[in-house]
């Protein structure tokens, strides 16, 4: 069985960074793709950021271009979300996927496991 956790949210003020991090266990990690969402409150879950099994090739929402940067670490079966200059629209809960359906894979019902999500509160 696949779990993922998060691990790294928190309060911060507006143009402070955060690293968000999620372990992967019970499955081949190193052949997964991974991806990054967010839910804000009242708001559907939306894409943050994927990267491909080998990490030749990465994705991310335009809302985060230039701020954010998705990365992985196979030997720890551990993918992270780099997130500098936060702004109060990127508070939201924070969930990390693995194992797309297909690619890209832009949208939350295109990947197969999930973790439970870490809050990232960001004051203005």
């Known amino acids: 069985q696949v779990q993922l956790a998060e691990s790294g949210g928190g309060l911060v003020s507006a143009a402070e960074s955060l690293r968000l991090s999620c372990v992967v266990s019970g499955g081949l990690f190193s052949m997964y793709a991974l991806a990054w969402f967010r839910q804000a409150p009242g708001k559907e879950r939306e894409f943050v950021a994927s990267i491909s099994w080998s990490a030749e090739t990465t994705y991310y929402a335009d809302s985060v271009k230039g701020r954010f940067a998705i990365s992985r670490d196979n030997a720890k079966n551990s993918h992270y979300l780099q997130m500098n200059s936060l702004r109060p629209e990127d508070t939201a809960i924070y969930f990390c996927?693995?194992?797309?359906?297909?690619?890209?894979?832009?949208?939350?019902?295109?990947?197969?496991?999930w973790g439970q999500g870490t809050q990232v509160t960001v004051s203005s």
């Open positions: 996927a693995a194992h797309p359906k297909r690619w890209p894979a832009p949208n939350d019902y295109d990947w197969d496991y």
